[in-house]
């Protein structure tokens, strides 16, 4: 792999954030650092909602289904539940990411 498969500014700020001038290894590591810390911006939003509604996710998708949850057709109910539902399956998905990587 080789300079020429990216641009020039890219390979420059690659290997200036990753301190490592070889793209086969500077590259690995940017990926690594992107998904790490997506993944702890994902357990931050989760922990986030949890700590406003005192439940976890699936405690609070029960309670709504069985009409527990105050308000639960309002805009800022409904939006968080989405928010708070992408939140925790970017988690998942971003764990597993992880867990592929070398």
Do not use: C
């Not at 539902?85 to 867990?99: F, S």
């Amino acid at each position: 792999m080789g300079i020429d498969v990216i641009s020039k500014p890219v390979y420059q700020i690659l290997s200036e954030l990753t301190q490592e001038p070889r793209l086969e290894v500077a590259l690995p590591l940017a990926v690594k650092d992107l998904v790490r810390l997506r993944l702890k911006e994902a357990v931050d939003q989760r922990t986030q909602f949890e700590e406003r509604y005192v439940m976890t996710f699936s405690e609070f998708e029960q309670n709504w289904e069985q009409g527990q949850i105050p308000d639960p057709h309002s805009f800022a109910v409904e939006q968080d539940y989405w928010e708070w539902e992408a939140a925790v399956t970017d988690e998942m998905r971003l764990r597993e990411l992880k867990a592929t990587l070398p």
